[in-house]
C-alpha cells in the first residue's frame, strides 16, 4: 500500500504534467491563431490570382433528343445489367416492375406490381424525357419511391439504356 508522502508525489505528477498540457495547449492557440490572437485580420498568405473568364457560360453537350436519336441500343443493353439485379425484361415482375414496353407506357401501369406511389411526381407517361430525369436521379425526381438505385450520371448511358428498352418495346 502506498504511504501519503508517495501517494503526494504521484498525485503532484499528475497535476503538474495536467499544468504543462494546458500552458502548452495555451500556447499554441496563440502561436497559431488566425488574427494573431488579438482581433486582427489578416490576409491570406499567398493568393492565387486567376484569368477572369469574362463570365462565358459553360459549353455544354448536345441536348437528350439529339443523344437519343444517335443512341446505340447495343451499349443500351450492356447498361441494362445494372437494372437487370431488379427488373426483367421478360414480362414478369422481380424486385422492381417488367421493362418491357415500358417506354411509352403510363406510369405505375404495370398489373400485378405495388407501386410505392411516388412515381406520380415524375409524369403520366414513361417518356424518354422523363425516363431521362428518373434515370439520373431516381430519389431526386421521385421523393419516397422505393427505387434504391442511385442513378445513371452520364447522359450517354441514359440514352444508350433508353434506346435499347426503346427496341425491345416492339
Not at 10 to 28: D, E, P, Q
Request: proline content about 3%.
Amino acid at each position: 500500500m502506498l504511504d501519503t508522502m508517495t501517494f503526494t508525489k504521484v498525485l503532484g505528477g499528475f497535476c503538474g504534467a495536467f499544468l504543462i498540457f494546458l500552458l502548452g495547449k495555451w500556447v499554441a492557440e496563440e502561436v497559431y491563431a488566425m488574427g494573431g490572437g488579438h482581433g486582427d485580420e489578416h490576409a491570406q498568405g499567398y493568393v492565387i490570382e486567376v484569368a477572369d473568364a469574362g463570365g462565358a457560360a459553360e459549353e455544354e453537350g448536345p441536348d437528350f433528343a439529339t443523344l437519343l436519336a444517335s443512341a446505340d441500343a447495343g451499349k443500351g443493353e450492356r447498361v441494362f445489367k445494372k437494372c437487370a439485379a431488379c427488373h426483367k425484361v421478360d414480362g414478369s415482375n422481380a424486385t422492381g416492375p417488367h421493362l418491357d414496353g415500358v417506354v411509352g407506357r403510363e406510369i405505375d401501369a404495370v398489373a400485378g406490381f405495388s407501386y410505392s406511389g411516388a412515381l406520380e411526381a415524375v409524369g403520366d407517361v414513361w417518356s424518354p424525357e422523363n425516363l431521362n430525369v428518373f434515370l439520373e436521379n431516381p430519389k431526386g425526381a421521385a421523393p419516397g419511391t422505393a427505387m434504391g438505385f442511385a442513378g445513371l450520371k452520364k447522359v450517354e448511358d441514359r440514352a444508350d439504356l433508353i434506346a435499347y428498352l426503346q427496341s425491345i418495346s416492339g
